[in-house]
């Protein structure tokens, strides 16, 4: 088992970014599953990602999703310069939610055991079919996965498994609503969007499984197709 990470607070940095729409928070931290990004607003996260190999590259996505799907533009903190590097962390007016769930993120990319079931999510973007597959994929634990037409099923909409595909294809809360769980047919792998792709959807589904398999509540992991 990897060693128990806490939150590195001489890399990672917290910010506040004020639009028109409100107050927003953003955050960027090292961690087991490369560099992590979050948008916290009004209590709720708003978008986050991983995988990314520098804080600059992990930034720049923070920005796009702010650009592209959130229409919000996002500034990035002094501290983090061209080379990608950060000199300061940030905590003192930092909302406690983020900062909680930043350090829950960091724990979860070496020991993969939190389900962040209690983590509030801005869903208002979403209309009522997918706010079911959310809640459907967000019930699978850790060691389990399921088609797209097995979580169409839960999510009782039976038959619409490209739906469920496209639903999760969106997904703006990446391992908090744990799309890595939901594959083809078959067990084939499927897609997913967050950096370094497919390699990394198997690597959390393997790592998951192998927890579980500790914990005595599955036989081994099989070896999953491509």
Known sequence: MAPHQELDRSAAVFWPNATVHGDHWAAVFPTELGWMACLWSQGRLAWNSFGFDTALSACEALQAAGRSGLAMEIS????????????????????????????RLVRFASLFEDRFLDVPLACHHLGPFTRRVVAACRALPPGHTVSYADLAVAAGSPGAARAVGNAMARNRFPLIVPCHRVVGAGGHLGGYSAPQGLAMKRRLIEAEARLSVRKNILSPPRTLPD
């Open 76 to 103: 990035l903190p002094a501290s983090v310069s061209l080379s990608g590097s950060v000199s300061e962390c940030e905590l003192a007016n930092c909302p406690s939610g983020l900062r909680d769930l930043a350090c």
